[in-house]
């Protein structure tokens, strides 16, 4: 197979579930987890002569989210039913939207991971929909089941550009417009509870050529690692048949993440398939340019503003100020500590390390750390004021994490308050040459690299009380 004559071209549809109380039309609960079909009414069940209500809130959101994308908002929208029959849509037809869509035009830069340089993806169209319900294969033999929960829960749907050249870049994408979404505060954008998902058009075509080949839509992924693998597949899948003189049939196919294939799962439709028609029970959806525009205004910090901010001031180099932006409360939380330590090295080394570190072992969520960021930056204060050493801090932290109580109070409880008594250092030396008589013998007739294991062995007999400053002192001291 010669990949190299071919060019890979990818287009992604991604599907974003609102975090809304309520579905798109109706009042029922949006909650994810609830037993099934209990969030369910005459409206998303589509009873005769139920009628549909648009969510307010729904449209707020997917603005914001469109907006974020530097999309054009257009004043006037239309909902459109688009059908076709499927056991989880109840109605036989989606409400979506179709030639008259909330939103067009934005772009999501990325940093391409094949030549280093920045990439702009652009987004064709940004719209509203409802979700249909959920299939459920496999739990019980035989049977599909049909768990109508979601159906009705607000979507937008933001479809991209052709504009991606590679299966890593889909996935920078991908993390991407997920950070995007979580500092506009409109989704969960969650893949393992379904609040995020992703179609991938792929398409493959003689380098150099201009005219898009026949795509094939790739569903079934469940992870961003799974999407790049999918797209990888479906690529070499499409070459091989290229090169042996075939013809790519549009289809719509199936990633198996088990056998890492793509399989078959129908005929790709078209647009005319679906038979779109303006939805007849609700009104073209009505903006108001000024409300828009207060709608900007609002709009948070978002990640790349961010990160440009805090590598303005706190210095931090490029790798760093990624992690520390990865999601926005833990941004928020390291700059709420590096403001009030006046100290951002040192809070991008705790909130990296021993935050994350408590973190992950817990399961904690960082908006509910029983460490507030103003504790923990009065902590480092200790620390850089000589009141306890940096070994003791990691203990204090850890009471602190356990207890909630301040650095000051932990410090004072469990008597790890810094000692510079010479007296009390001197004591702590003597015993540790005593307990240590071949580095003692060493480090005494010249070996001045055991200085560093001497002073460890100091730390740890008095509890990280002792000033590591002035032990370093005493045992040069003692070297003569």
């Known amino acids: 197979m010669s990949r190299g004559r071919y060019e890979m071209v990818v287009g992604l549809e991604v599907h974003v579930q609102l975090k809304t109380r309520t579905k798109a039309f109706c009042g029922c609960s949006a909650d994810f987890g609830a037993p099934p079909n209990v969030n369910t009414c005459p409206v998303c069940l589509a009873l005769p002569g139920a009628l549909p209500v648009l969510n307010e809130h729904a449209v707020v959101l997917a603005t914001r989210a469109?907006?974020?994308?530097?999309?054009?908002?257009?004043?006037?929208s239309v909902f459109a039913r688009k059908n076709y029959f499927y056991p989880d849509l109840p109605k036989g037809y989606q409400i979506s939207q179709f030639d008259q869509p909330l939103a067009t035009g934005g772009s999501v830069s990325i940093g391409s991971e094949g030549n280093g340089s920045e990439v702009r993806i652009g987004i064709t169209r940004v719209h509203i929909e409802e979700d249909?319900?959920?299939?459920?294969?496999?739990?019980?033999?035989?049977?599909?089941?049909?768990?109508?929960?979601?159906?009705?829960?607000?979507?937008?749907?933001?479809?991209?550009?052709?504009?991606?050249?590679?299966a890593s870049d889909a996935h920078a994408y991908l993390r991407t417009l997920k950070q995007i979404l979580q500092y506009l505060d409109v989704s969960d954008v969650s893949m393992e509870e379904g609040s995020l998902r992703v179609d991938a058009n792929v398409s493959a075509r003689p380098r150099g050529e201009t005219k898009l080949g026949t795509k094939t839509e790739v569903k079934?992924?469940?992870?961003?690692?799974?999407?790049?693998?999918?797209?990888?597949?479906?690529?070499?899948?499409?070459?091989t048949l290229l090169e042996a003189g075939g013809r790519v049939e549009q289809q719509t196919l199936l990633w198996d993440g088990g056998r890492e294939v793509v399989r078959p799962s129908r005929t790709k439709e078209?647009?005319?398939?679906?038979?779109?028609?303006?939805?007849?029970?609700?009104?073209?959806?009505?903006?108001?340019?000024?409300?828009?525009?207060?709608?900007?205004?609002?709009?948070?910090?978002?990640?790349?503003?961010?990160?440009?901010?805090?590598?303005?001031?706190?210095?931090?180099?490029?790798?760093?100020?990624?992690?520390?932006?990865?999601?926005?409360?833990?941004?928020?939380?390291?700059?709420?500590?590096?403001?009030?330590?006046?100290?951002?090295?040192?809070?991008?080394?705790?909130?990296?390390?021993?935050?994350?570190?408590?973190?992950?072992?817990?399961?904690?969520?960082?908006?509910?750390?029983?460490?507030?960021?103003?504790?923990?930056?009065?902590?480092?204060?200790?620390?850089?004021?000589?009141?306890i050493s940096h070994t003791a801090a990691k203990r204090v932290f850890a009471l602190m994490a356990e207890t909630g109580k301040p650095a000051p109070q932990v410090a004072a409880d469990e008597g790890l308050l810094q000692v510079g008594d010479e007296s009390a250092?001197?004591?702590?030396?003597?015993?540790?040459?005593?307990?240590?008589?071949e580095e003692a013998a060493r480090y005494l007739a010249g070996e001045k690299k055991l200085q560093g294991v001497l002073v460890g062995f100091v730390m740890k007999k008095s509890k990280g009380r002792a000033d590591p400053k002035r032990v370093n002192q005493v045992l040069a001291s003692r070297a003569g």
């Open 132 to 166: 249909a319900g959920k299939s459920i294969h496999d739990r019980y033999a035989g049977v599909t089941a049909i768990d109508l929960n979601r159906s009705g829960v607000p979507l937008i749907e933001i479809v991209s550009e052709p504009d991606i050249r590679s």
């Open 270 to 387: 078209g647009s005319h398939d679906y038979r779109y028609f303006p939805e007849p029970d609700l009104r073209p959806l009505k903006l108001d340019g000024q409300w828009i525009e207060r709608t900007r205004q609002e709009l948070p910090e978002l990640p790349g503003a961010r990160r440009t901010r805090l590598a303005r001031d706190y210095g931090l180099p490029a790798a760093e100020i990624e992690q520390i932006t990865a999601s926005p409360a833990f941004a928020e939380y390291f700059e709420a500590v590096a403001r009030a330590s006046a100290d951002g090295k040192a809070a991008y080394n705790w909130v990296m390390g021993e935050v994350s570190a408590v973190l992950r072992s817990s399961g904690q969520d960082i908006s509910a750390f029983r460490v507030r960021p103003a504790d923990l930056a009065q902590l480092l204060n200790l620390v850089r004021d000589g009141t």
């Open 425 to 437: 250092i001197s004591g702590w030396v003597e015993e540790v040459l005593v307990e240590h008589p």
């Open 66 to 76: 469109a907006l974020g994308l530097g999309c054009t908002i257009h004043e006037t």
């Open 220 to 239: 079934n992924m469940n992870s961003f690692s799974g999407v790049e693998r999918a797209i990888e597949s479906e690529f070499a899948r499409q070459v």
